[in-house]
């Protein structure tokens, strides 16, 4: 870029060689001449060309490139992952093959209430995600831990349709083998996931659980990055909205206060054109990777109750250590 306004000063209107210009060389710079290159009219003319020419360019890098803006896998051998599962009393599901679904407890409750499949975010992989696991396994629930397409150990391509179908194939084999009922439990893009196969209706879900979750990939992506045109450049749309009008379970909606990476108005909005059984739990003072810190083994057991269809008792207790001050709401 400095090249170039540099190369555009030659050709400033009027612009003369001087003393210190070179002089004796062939072609227009001829010794004892005035040189004079009228080719752009007006130097704010030029400034605007160089500022459009470089936003067009970000425009082509950021479309071409968006994946690696969205998606942030660890990548890892097989032998890692399994590794990194017995580490925390888990294993590969299933085991001995060239690929898997996720992670499961190696040892799990003998009688559980109800699967949970978890979807997580955009960075890291399933093993990051292991304090599910406190919570929920003594509320009960076996919980598996899901992993994407080309995160962690698993072979594919990063992108919303790979996942999708990934996903639906591991609900399946997880109510296949572990019975139900199956709760979906999706954290930041994972609720994209989770809304998408509960809106396919090709494994039967009992309960979706979204954890700072947004409306729609472009909206959200519009809202951030609002200097572009990104509402029409976003190719993966995890369109919550859309996908969850085909679903009739109950959708728990947990937004973080101060989120600072997904704005909560998205998932407040979410919410807001849900038309179904729903509750919105909003975690004051939470953002979107501080939200287990305000949370308790209380909120845990009131959030489940809901989503497995079960009627809370009218004096349950809300928000962090019984306290009222996030209560969910209707």
Known sequence: MIALCRIMMWFEPGRSLGTNDRVGEPGPFRKGKLMRFPLLP????TLLVIAVAGYCAILVFVYFRQEKILYFPDVYPLASAASRAKTFHFRLWPENGPDYHGL??????????????????????????FFYAQELGQLGYRLILFEYPGYGARPGELGEATFVS??????????????????????????????????????????????????TLPDMAQSVFWYLPARW??????????NLREYNGPVAVVVAEKDDVIPPERGLR?????????????????????????????????????????????????????????????
């Open 270 to 330: 979410l919410f807001e054109l849900l038309s179904g059984r729903k509750k919105l739990w909003l975690l004051p003072g939470a953002g979107h990777n501080t939200w287990p810190a305000a949370v308790d083994s209380l909120w845990w057991s009131d959030v489940m109750r809901f989503v497995t269809t079960e009627k809370p008792p009218a004096d349950a207790p809300h928000g962090k250590d019984g306290n009222p001050s996030s209560p969910p709401i209707p």
């Open 166 to 215: 990934a996903a639906v194939d591991a609900a399946r084999a997880a109510v296949e083998q572990f019975g139900g009922p199956l709760v979906l439990l999706g954290e930041s893009l994972g609720c994209g996931v989770a809304a998408a196969v509960a809106g396919s209706k090709q494994a039967p879900v009992a309960g979706v659980l979204l954890i700072t979750p947004w409306d």
């Open 104 to 129: 499961v407890p190696a040892d799990g409750p003998a009688n559980p209430k109800g699967v949970i499949l978890l979807f997580h975010g955009n960075a890291g992989t399933a093993p990051d995600r």
């Open 233 to 242: 450049m976003t190719r993966d749309r995890y369109d919550n909205v859309r």
């Open 42 to 45: 007006d130097r704010p003319w």
